[in-house]
């Protein structure tokens, strides 16, 4: 399933910009950073579950958030790209 993953961490002081660092660490290593703090992510359930509860772990709910859009199986016909990044497929060749 498709999910796309925004967060705002407060980083107003080090705490935050810590958290900060580690919400973009583990958002890196299980999806495809699109802008900034905003990536999609290809899981099937059990794996997007793991990384939603590492996320909630690492952020402070009183001044972060988190959201999360889920958009199915279907994902190809529910996002358009226009602009400068380039898209990329990511049920395609990954190469390492």
């Not at 990384?51 to 772990?57: D, P, Q, T, V, W």
């Not at 001044?63 to 958009?71: A, Q």
Request: aromatic share 10%; glycine share 6%; charged share 35%.
């Amino acid at each position: 399933m498709m999910v796309l993953i925004s967060y705002d961490v407060s980083t107003s002081d080090e705490g935050g910009r810590k958290r900060l660092r580690k919400v973009a660490k583990e958002c890196q290593d299980h999806a495809q950073r699109v802008q900034n703090s905003v990536f999609e992510a290809d899981l099937d359930y059990s794996a997007f579950m793991k990384l939603k509860s590492r996320l909630e772990n690492i952020i402070d709910k009183e001044k972060d958030s988190l959201r999360f859009y889920y958009l199915g199986n279907n994902w190809e016909r529910r996002i358009e790209h226009i602009g400068a990044k380039k898209t990329y497929n990511p049920e395609g060749v990954l190469i390492i």
